[in-house]
Structures are given as C-alpha cells and as structure tokens.
C-alpha cells in the first residue's frame, strides 16, 4: 500500500508541476522590415493605380490640385537619357506645357505638379504643399501618337519612385527630378 501511495503522490505531483508549468508559447519568426516600393496610397482593394484596369472595369479619376500648391510651383525638371548616345540632360520645363525631346520625334505634355501625392478612391491630389511624395502628371506622344499613359488621362513619373510606372521607350528615358518652385 505505501508503495501505492508513493507512486500516487509522485503521479500528483509530476501532474500538478506540469500544470502550473507555463506553456512555451511558439515565438513569432521576425520578419524583416517591409520596404517602401512607391506612394503610400489611400484607396479601397479593388481600385488600381492610374492607367491601370481592374478585371475589364475602367476606374476614371479626376485630379484635384489644392490652391496653395498650384500656387506654389511653375515647372519642374525632367532628366531625359538617350540610351543610344548614352548622352543625359536635364531640362526645365513650365507646368501645363509641352517639350519636344531634341533630336527625337517624342513630345512631353505636362499637367500638374504634386509635392505629395495621393491617390484615393477617385481623386488624384496632393495631401501637402511638402516634398514627400513628389509626381508630375505627363502624356508622352511620339510622331503625334499618345505612347504613355497606355489608358487614362495622365501617367505620373515620381522623384522618390522612378521605377513606379516608368515610361518605357526603346531609345529614352523620363524621369522627374524636382519641382520647380515660383
């Protein structure tokens, strides 16, 4: 009978140990720290990008440009590389305005100007007259022929994110540099 006892006590106690013994919770493997790829954007999951199609439907967007920007800048500056002469320039060029590339048969129409732009659900804007997340509106034709955006209104060349939406060309590049400030 002792021996009974002795092993229904040891049983108790390996039971009551393993009880009050704090389950090991699996640890969350760490993750590394998402990067920033492009514009933080506000806008529901089923809208895309501008110039973008969400499964055959067309979301239109309508750009709006508080005062105190459009009154704030006058033009910014585009880097253009000819990847045939390797040759890179930078040009000024006026908000609103069109700018022939030298020796090409492209032609660059600007828009608007946005230090900081967001996107939302159907409006293009600037959320700040500060350079955070600077784009530029532009439609690039060659010999007449709308070439960029491929849909849509505008196409958009970003400071900060020159490979979001870049226009693609066999022999060019377009990039925005700054904002040109009155």
Same mark, same amino acid.
């Not at 049983?11 to 790829?37: D, H, R």
């Not at 809208?47 to 459009?70: C, F, I, M, R």
């Not at 946005?114 to 997340?133: C, E, M, R, Y």
């Given at each position: 009978?002792?021996?009974?006892? +002795? ?15 704090k ?21 529901? /999951? ?5 110039s ?29 590389? !000819? ?12 908000? +609103? +305005? ?5 020796? +090409? ?10 230090? !900081? ?27 007449? /022929? ?18 979001m939406?870049?226009?693609?060309? /066999?022999?060019? /590049?377009?990039?925005l ?6």
């Amino acid at each position: 009978m002792k021996k009974f006892l +002795s092993v229904a006590m040891i049983a108790v106690l390996l039971l009551f140990g393993a009880c009050s013994k704090k389950e090991e919770q699996p640890q969350p493997t760490p993750q590394a720290p998402m990067m920033k790829q492009g514009p933080i954007v506000e806008t529901p /999951s089923q809208a895309l990008p501008p110039s973008h199609e969400a499964t055959g439907q067309k979301v239109e967007y309508n750009v709006v440009v508080p005062p105190d920007v459009k009154d704030k800048w006058s033009g910014v500056k585009l880097i253009i590389e !000819d990847k045939q002469t390797n040759k890179i320039q930078e040009y000024t060029v006026k908000l +609103s +305005s069109e700018f022939k590339i030298p020796d +090409s048969k492209l032609t660059i129409k600007l828009g608007d100007f946005l230090p !900081d732009f967001k996107l939302g659900a159907q409006v293009i804007t600037s959320a700040s007259n500060n350079l955070v997340n600077p784009a530029v509106g532009v439609v690039i034709y060659e010999d007449g /022929s709308q070439i960029f955006p491929e849909s849509g209104e505008w196409g958009w060349l970003y400071a900060k994110h020159p490979t979001m939406h870049p226009f693609q060309h /066999s022999r060019f /590049s377009v990039l925005l540099k700054e904002g040109i400030a009155k």
